[in-house]
């Protein structure tokens, strides 16, 4: 029991940061649609870091700013140039696999598996509690939260006090950006590589997540933890049963599919 809680605390690392960089965003008002390139981008970082020899500090770092550039790109083409949230967002989910695999050709002469050494960050998997709390905490408490939500909620009110909606959002793109990055630093730590397509969806079932938590950080932790199992034991059944494998491999996003929509219904019964 104790080895599947910690499994699944290490699954949820991932979903969890992923998630709540998107739920910054998404309370500032600008769903963040690149979090599944930014993972990408995150984990191909911390790996190439470490492949030249850097410490493990300088590889999370690397990572972070990686995803904030591609989050200052997003905000840059959708707040000043006007582009749709959505499209800039998948363009930018395309636009990194092509140049980590570029830059892979480049340095490796191949496009495929980089293994690595990496230390041992087993410690990171029991502090997303305090990740969400602290999520928490600075969207309640402190004044760039309370920006960021009227970013959201009330763009208005900001603009006639004089804050720039635009800048709030843009910060929160950042933000969002950056952690999901991170989460993908810390998938190329757990497996000591980086793969192509590694996120494998991460970044969608992250935004479902924000949902499924009901928008708020304690919320957004506990769906994470859900999918976590779901990743657990689809990996589990694939050795154990003789089950189809796509079926197993789909089983996460079934398991999205059927959350959101019990939540959508939850929803709407209790507006009724």
């Known amino acids: 029991m104790t080895g599947l809680i910690g499994a699944m605390a290490a699954a949820a690392v991932p979903l969890t940061l992923a998630a709540l960089g998107g739920l910054i965003s998404e309370r500032a008002g600008v769903l963040n649609i690149a979090l599944e390139g930014c993972i990408g981008a995150g984990a191909f970082t911390a790996a190439l870091l470490l492949r030249l020899g850097l410490p493990l500090s300088a590889a999370l770092v690397g990572a972070l700013t990686a995803g904030a550039l591609f989050g200052?790109?997003?905000?840059?083409?959708?707040?000043?140039?006007?582009?749709?949230l959505f499209i800039a967002g998948?363009?930018?989910?395309?636009?990194?696999?092509?140049?980590?695999?570029?830059?892979?050709?480049?340095?490796w002469g191949h496009k495929g598996i980089v293994a690595i050494e990496a230390p041992a960050v087993g410690m990171v998997r029991w502090l997303m509690p305090l990740a969400a709390i602290l999520t928490a905490v600075?969207?309640?408490?402190?004044?760039?939260?309370?920006?960021?939500?009227a970013a959201g909620s009330s763009p208005a009110f900001l603009?006639?006090?004089?804050?720039?909606?635009?800048?709030?959002?843009?910060?929160?793109?950042?933000?969002?950006s950056g952690a999901a990055a991170l989460a993908g630093a810390f998938l190329s730590?757990?497996?000591?590589a980086w793969v192509p397509g590694m996120s494998s969806g991460r970044g969608w079932i992250a935004l479902v997540i924000i949902w499924l938590g009901f928008r708020r950080p304690m919320g957004v932790l506990i769906a994470s933890y859900l999918f976590a199992l779901t990743e657990i034991i689809s990996?589990?059944?694939?050795g154990r049963w003789n089950a189809p494998a796509s079926?197993?491999?789909?089983l996460p996003y079934?398991?999205?599919?059927?959350?959101?929509?019990?939540?959508?219904i939850a929803g709407r019964w209790e507006r009724k």
Do not use: W
Not at 138 to 149: D, F, K
Not at 235 to 238: E, F, L, M, R, T
């Open 72 to 84: 200052g790109l997003l905000a840059a083409v959708h707040l000043r140039l006007g582009a749709n």
């Open 90 to 107: 998948l363009g930018v989910n395309l636009l990194i696999p092509a140049l980590t695999g570029l830059t892979s050709q480049a340095i």
């Open 138 to 149: 600075m969207m309640t408490r402190s004044g760039y939260g309370r920006r960021l939500r």
């Open 159 to 176: 603009t006639e006090r004089g804050v720039s909606v635009t800048r709030v959002r843009a910060s929160a793109l950042l933000l969002s």
């Open 189 to 192: 730590l757990r497996i000591d």
């Open 235 to 238: 990996g589990q059944a694939q």
């Open 247 to 250: 079926l197993l491999l789909a």
């Open 254 to 264: 079934l398991v999205a599919l059927v959350a959101l929509t019990a939540a959508t």
